[in-house]
């Protein structure tokens, strides 16, 4: 019994003994405070920690100027596009008909004033030989001069309709990638009050900005020109550089 006791002490203490030394112990929590390192010198930084968002530098929202329904979509989310190209289309049947309703009032015009002028240089003609009265070829030269301008207004319309029946179809303003499309094929668009925005074309995703808001204990410390690193969440393991390019009031 004595020898079962003896041996349970020893492994008692053989067990305190590693418990003491063993690095989570006692003795391994003193000795982890401890650390040595040569003597160097070194530069103290002061870091400004700021978050944001990120966009492209030039982003253009490619709008319709006309009402109507969309009729066709050539474009779509990544899609490059060039300047002029053609990204959708609205349809053109009722601005068509407005064009051909112009064309007419144009031509019934054109036809009134050339009467007018005949009627005019006849009345003339006639006052010549004093054979009407002055009052009869004033009135004839009043409706000549009210049609005259009326042919102006009547070409006005017809341009004007000509652009509207041009602007359904719409175009890319820029180069650049399609990042984002808010309709889709039969949609109605209306731009009684704003243009509606069809694409969000952004022109070089190559050249990004950062909008960040910085604490005002900080803004101090920005100066344009100084050399920035950031992170995204989509790429956590780069490090990204750029250049502080304003600082905005």
């Given at each position: 019994?004595?020898?079962?006791?003896l041996?349970?002490?020893?492994?008692?203490?053989?067990?305190?003994?590693?418990?003491?030394?063993?690095?989570?112990g006692?003795?391994?929590?003193?000795?982890?405070?401890?650390?040595?390192?040569l003597?160097d010198?070194?530069?103290?930084?002061?870091?400004?920690?700021?978050?944001?968002?990120?966009?492209?530098?030039?982003?253009?929202?490619?709008?319709?100027?006309?009402?109507?329904?969309?009729a066709?979509?050539?474009?779509?989310?990544?899609?490059?596009?060039?300047?002029?190209?053609?990204?959708?289309?609205?349809?053109?049947t009722?601005?068509?008909?407005?064009?051909?309703q112009?064309?007419?009032?144009?031509?019934?015009?054109?036809?009134?004033?050339?009467n007018?002028?005949?009627?005019?240089?006849r009345?003339?003609?006639?006052?010549?030989?004093?054979?009407?009265?002055?009052?009869?070829?004033?009135?004839?030269k009043?409706?000549?001069?009210?049609?005259?301008?009326?042919?102006?207004?009547?070409?006005?319309?017809?341009?004007?309709?000509?652009?509207?029946?041009?602007?359904?179809?719409?175009?890319?303003?820029?180069?650049g990638?399609?990042?984002?499309?808010?309709?889709?094929?039969?949609?109605?668009?209306?731009?009684?009050?704003?243009?509606?925005t069809?694409?969000?074309?952004?022109?070089?995703?190559r050249?990004?900005?950062?909008?960040?808001?910085?604490?005002?204990?900080?803004?101090?410390?920005?100066?344009?020109?100084?050399?920035?690193?950031?992170?995204?969440?989509?790429?956590?393991?780069?490090?990204?550089?750029?250049?502080?390019?304003?600082?905005?009031?």
């Open positions: 019994m004595k020898r079962v006791l041996l349970a002490g020893a492994i008692f203490l053989a067990g305190l003994g590693l418990w003491y030394f063993l690095p989570g006692r003795g391994g929590e003193e000795a982890g405070k401890y650390k040595t390192a003597v010198r070194g530069d103290v930084a002061m870091t400004v920690t700021a978050t944001g968002t990120i966009s492209a530098v030039t982003t253009v929202q490619v709008g319709s100027q006309v009402s109507g329904i969309i066709a979509l050539y474009a779509d989310f990544n899609t490059p596009v060039t300047k002029g190209q053609l990204v959708a289309e609205l349809d053109p009722t601005f068509e008909a407005a064009v051909a112009r064309r007419a009032d144009v031509e019934q015009s054109e036809v009134r004033l050339r007018a002028r005949v009627q005019m240089l009345q003339e003609q006639l006052l010549a030989k004093q054979l009407v009265a002055q009052a009869d070829y004033d009135l004839a009043a409706d000549f001069d009210a049609l005259e301008a009326q042919i102006s207004q009547v070409k006005a319309a017809l341009l004007q309709a000509q652009t509207n029946l041009g602007y359904t179809r719409i175009r890319s303003p820029i180069d990638v399609v990042v984002q499309r808010s309709v889709e094929v039969g949609q109605t668009v209306a731009a009684s009050l704003q243009a509606p069809i694409f969000t074309i952004a022109e070089d995703l050249r990004m900005e950062v909008y960040a808001s910085v604490d005002e204990a900080d803004i101090g410390r920005v100066r344009v020109g100084q050399e920035v690193t950031f992170t995204v969440t989509s790429f956590p393991a780069d490090t990204f550089r750029g250049e502080v390019k304003q600082i905005r009031l």
